[in-house]
């Protein structure tokens, strides 16, 4: 098993090695700036030997076409719909920006986005504020049955589909549901309701949800990345008067930077992109009060058949997930 | 595993403070978050064994269990052709794409791919496209291509969907794949897919078995693509069919939470079955 400071230290060492022979691969010398370390004629003769590069694209090449037939492709049509109205039968007529406008100003639109902002609060910050809280004060999990036991059930709402998450909590909300009974038997009974159906809190009862799917898988990774942490950091903290807090600022957080950025990365995306549990649990109602982009692109092209409209939020989406993504991503690299 | 014990057994500082109230503490924690974890999962097992047309209760070990729920609820919601379905639309993704992902993997990271960069960061950008942002284009592409309400209609572009995360996993395994090999396999004049079959496929067994079981999960889980592209419910995967049982069962509470419990069980099995070699190299490839 290798960490991911080795790992990622190979990563980047053969990334430096591949560098030379990436921009311009056909005029490059056989075996000429490669060999960084090591460079035996004998490599240097089987690299010459192994010089064809349109073989070598062979292997890349069926990859490339799914890809290229099912994602980029359609991609590309999306941003070309986006341009045109469309009923998805008859003839498209050219729409100009009208569609585009339509994102910033048609208040449904411009409130899904938003929702999907707010439900990373709840897809990101909560699970991954809580894990790491939770993770610093556990820390080191003994080795054992218990340890194994927990990661296994912290992990379990992650690897179940979506849709189940999405019906369990539907009956968790109802009215005579577990979240009201709990309310009741803590003398909370006054605030019991249909949770789903509360203009109020239809939101962020959703964003529960995303707690729980989230949560566990942010918790095993940060622990797990905990683990690997130097002990003698610590040590050495604790030596200089550092507290527990200082400790945490000073050597945990450093320490758990890649783990955070893939908690982060990866709970972003499923809060703005979220889909199942929504069209599952609340179909983006009461009202709008739950409506977000993947939910309403559905309704837009399935429903009301403009397919316009929804091929601009598709690509706004698309565009503004790289956007959230990719600061956090650098921040990730940058060491 | 063993190394993981190895290093965290190592002496750690606890601020010098009361370490058996912070055992306590940090057990309770561990067990809060348990309860949180699993407390949905038993609520929804205890109202599938309730009296169907019932309203049972959020939590509570009904007195006469009805465990002929789960037998209605597989047939009320043809759960056979659904899972058969499922096993289907499975069969015909993960094996391909993980075949896919891997030669690409290994292509990008060990062969002089022509453009190889430009191919990887393209691939790489598609971690992030949201699956609804191509489902209007998907929708007429597929109809166009005449396979609307067929299986493949599933399997093509979640093949395609699946690449850039599988293609990322892949080469990440084989960029730390161990070079000196390669380099005597070369001497000893091995061909490049003598070199991959005999040298490096053996080696990526983890790698590969981790990315199946993720593939796996990712089809058997699927819902917008089966929803949207498959008309039919009983040619859909399990999780899609899950969408036409609730709306067929919504008020029957006992009902559908026996098929909900009948439908993520094959996920739970298979990650309960894997979950050792599965949540340890899910830790280890996340991180790269």
């Excluded at chain 1, 190979?10 to 490059?28: H, I, V």
């Excluded at chain 1, 700036?33 to 089987?46: D, F, I, Q, W, Y």
């Excluded at chain 1, 849709?163 to 009974?181: E, P, R």
């Excluded at chain 1, 009202?287 to 692109?297: A, L």
Aim: aromatic letters at 10%.
């Amino acid at each position: 098993m290798s960490h991911s400071r080795t790992a990622s230290g190979g990563d980047a060492a053969t990334k430096k090695s591949l560098a030379p022979s990436d921009p311009a691969p056909r005029d490059m010398a056989p075996g000429g700036p490669v060999s960084e370390r090591g460079g035996s004629a004998g490599r240097l003769r089987a690299r010459r030997a192994r010089n064809r590069p349109w073989g070598a694209l062979l292997w890349v090449a069926p990859a490339l076409l799914c890809y290229a037939a099912f994602v980029l492709y359609p991609l590309g049509q999306s941003i070309q719909y986006s341009f045109y109205n469309w009923d998805g039968i008859g003839t498209a007529t050219p729409a100009g920006l009208a569609n585009w406008q339509a994102i910033f100003t048609q208040p449904e639109l411009l409130s899904a986005i938003t929702h999907a902002f707010e439900l990373i609060i709840f897809y990101t910050l909560f699970p991954v504020g809580a894990g790491l809280a939770a993770a610093s004060l556990i820390r080191e999990l003994k080795p054992g049955p218990f340890s194994t036991i927990s990661r296994t059930i912290l992990f379990i709402p992650q690897v179940l589909p979506l849709v189940a998450a999405g019906v369990a909590w539907t009956w968790l909300y109802s009215s005579n549901g577990l979240v009201n009974q709990i309310l009741q038997a803590t003398g909370l009974g006054g605030t019991t309701r249909a949770w789903l159906g509360d203009f109020t809190f239809a939101l962020p009862a959703v964003g529960v949800i995303g707690v729980w799917v989230m949560l566990g898988f942010c918790t095993v990774l940060l622990l797990s990345g905990i683990g690997k942490i130097d002990p003698a950091l610590y040590e050495a903290a604790s030596l200089d008067g550092a507290g527990r807090l200082r400790q945490f600022r000073a050597v945990t957080l450093p320490g758990l930077r890649q783990e955070l950025v893939v908690c982060t990365t990866f709970t972003i995306v499923a809060a703005l992109a979220s889909f199942d549990v929504i069209q599952v649990s609340t179909q983006g109602g009461p009202g709008y009060q739950t409506m977000v982009p993947g939910v309403e692109i559905y309704r837009l092209t399935f429903l009301d058949q403009r397919i316009g409209q929804a091929s601009a939020l598709a690509v706004f989406l698309t565009v503004l997930v790289l956007l959230v993504v990719w600061p956090i991503q650098r921040l990730g690299r940058t060491d | 595993m063993t190394q993981l014990a190895t290093i965290r057994r190592g002496p750690v500082i606890r601020g010098g403070r009361g370490v058996r109230g912070d055992r306590i503490t940090r057990t309770l924690l561990l067990v809060l978050l348990m309860l949180f974890a699993i407390v949905p999962l038993l609520s929804m097992f205890t109202a599938a064994l309730a009296p169907q047309g019932s309203n049972p209760p959020g939590l509570s070990w009904p007195a006469h269990p009805h465990w002929g729920n789960f037998a209605d609820a597989w047939t009320g919601a043809n759960l056979f052709a659904l899972f058969r379905s499922s096993v289907l639309i499975v069969l015909g993704v993960v094996p391909a794409a993980v075949a896919m992902a891997t030669a690409a993997g290994y292509g990008l990271a060990q062969l002089r791919v022509p453009g190889g960069k430009v191919i990887y960061g393209a691939l790489l950008a598609g971690l992030t496209i949201p699956y609804e942002a191509l489902i209007t284009p998907l929708y007429y592409d597929i109809q166009s291509l005449g396979l609307l309400d067929s299986r493949l209609a599933v399997v093509l572009p979640l093949i395609g969907l699946l690449m850039p995360f599988g293609v990322f996993w892949m080469r990440a395994h084989f960029v730390n794949a161990e070079t000196a090999l390669t380099e005597a396999g070369q001497l000893d004049g091995g061909t490049t897919w003598q070199i991959f079959r005999r040298i490096h496929l053996p080696l990526a067994k983890p790698a590969i078995s981790a990315l199946t079981i993720l593939f796996f999960l990712a089809t058997w889980n699927q819902y917008l693509l089966p929803l949207v592209l498959i008309n039919d419910p009983a040619k859909r995967t399990v999780a899609g069919g899950l969408g036409a049982f609730q709306g067929q069962y919504g008020t029957n509470t006992a009902l559908l939470c026996a098929g909900s419990l009948l439908i993520i069980a094959p996920s739970l099995l298979v990650f309960l079955v894997f979950q050792r070699n599965f949540v340890k190299a899910l830790l280890q490839g996340a991180i790269r």
